[in-house]
């Protein structure tokens, strides 16, 4: 009885030791978790770059990940530098520049009071190659710009979002064809078996 009351409170004693590390360890990789949270994506958008701009530390997102001709929608998030604290009202501009031919686009981008983080705004990018985005940012910490680049490409193009559209019928096609041949083999054994039952009569 003496043994098997130490073994227990032995055990009992084990688990407060894990309970109190799990506690610990969770405390202090809380912070880190929320920051790498803080710098995820929107979902859906790609982090295209971030850059200073004058005051500002600007980060820009794209959605589609991989851009086609067409729609692009982008998402910026405007901190001020000194402090890292977000710039909820600030006046953001987008110009999309095309490099070889083509027309800019300009775009005033807004946010919500719902969610005052990101400014949010799409482009129309009528043609395939690299783009010049040009952000631009004013508040009452003052005004700055910043110059970061995308790569469009066109419709049916778009790596990797095509290649997951062509591995999706692949695989669709794949299911098809095995059950035309499960039907096929059920069929087959089903008047086999038939034709056994036949002739054991």
Known sequence: MLTKSRSKLLLARLVIAIFVIAVVAAGTAAPAVAQDQDEEPIVGYRILDESEAGPFTVQLQISPVAPIVGISRFAVRVRD????EDVPDAKVTILGSPAEHGEAQYTLVLNSPVDPT??????????????AIDVGVESELGAGSTIMSAVVSERGRSGSSNLWGQALFGLVSLSFIAGIGWIWYSSKQALKRRDQQRRSK
């Open 118 to 131: 990101f400014y949010l705004a799409q482009l129309k990018m009528e043609t395939a190659g690299v783009w």
């Open 81 to 84: 530098t000194a402090t890292g």
